[in-house]
Every structure is written in structure tokens, then in C-alpha cells.
């Protein structure tokens, strides 16, 4: 079972950055995509970026493209969210997640909530206006 500890949330002001951070332990970590979510209060978690194993295909919901970045250290078993220009419409509890690489992973599979197996606590990250 692979167990997903999210870290690097906060509170910033609108246009600052945030960089999010998700370490895994109890599996290979190169035999798995990630992928971050969040979930605004009282609404459903939504996809926001994915990452192949080796970091080669990426994924992003539109609303972030040209802001936030993935990026995945696998000698660090770490995934990473760099999110810049933040606006308050993305204050939201952020979860990594992680899905089998054996797996089909295009971007209709990497942004299926239900395609992941594993996921973290969140952390949350509030961006004041």
C-alpha cells in the first residue's frame, strides 16, 4: 500500500506562489503516475495536473495552464506543484494521488478521479484576495 503525505500549503495573497510537495513511501515510485486535485468547500475535487512516470507527458486543467507546473523528483520519491500567479478561486485542499503506469494514461485517464489508487491527507492552500 503506498501511503502520500502532502506538504507546502499556506496562505498568500493573490499573485503569489505556492509550491506543494507529496512524498511517497511503500512502493516503487517510478511504477506510478501522479497526479494533484483540489476540492474547493462544499464543492467536488477536481482534476489539476498529472504526471507520467518518468515525467515525459504531462497534463493540466485549463485554468491552470501558464501557472502551475508538475514536476516529480524520483530519486526523492517526490511529486511537486508549483503554482504561481494564484487567484483566490483556487483556494482549495490539494491531494496528490497515485495510479499504476501499466495503465493507459491519456488525458481522459489522467484526470478520472476514480482512475487513482492511492491518495494523501491534503493540504490546504488559501490565497487572500
Known amino acids: 500500500q503506498v501511503q502520500l503525505v502532502e506538504s507546502g500549503g499556506g496562505l498568500v495573497q493573490a499573485g503569489g506562489s505556492l509550491r506543494l510537495s507529496c512524498a511517497a513511501s511503500?512502493?516503487?515510485?517510478?511504477?506510478?503516475?501522479m497526479a494533484w486535485f483540489n476540492q474547493a468547500p462544499g464543492k467536488e475535487r477536481d482534476f489539476v495536473a498529472a504526471?507520467?512516470?518518468?515525467?515525459?507527458?504531462?497534463y493540466y486543467e485549463d485554468s491552470v495552464k501558464g501557472r502551475f507546473t508538475i514536476s516529480r523528483d524520483n530519486t526523492k520519491n517526490t511529486v511537486y506543484l508549483q503554482m504561481n500567479s494564484l487567484e483566490p478561486e483556487d483556494t482549495a485542499v490539494y491531494y496528490c494521488?497515485?495510479?499504476?503506469?501499466?495503465?493507459?494514461?491519456?488525458?481522459?485517464?489522467?484526470?478520472?478521479?476514480?482512475?487513482?489508487?492511492?491518495w494523501g491527507q491534503g493540504t490546504q492552500g488559501t490565497v487572500s484576495s
Open positions: 511503500g512502493g516503487t515510485f517510478e511504477h506510478y503516475n
Open positions: 504526471i507520467s512516470w518518468d515525467g515525459s507527458t504531462l
Open positions: 494521488a497515485q495510479r499504476s503506469r501499466y495503465v493507459p494514461f491519456a488525458c481522459r485517464h489522467a484526470s478520472n478521479l476514480g482512475s487513482y489508487d492511492s
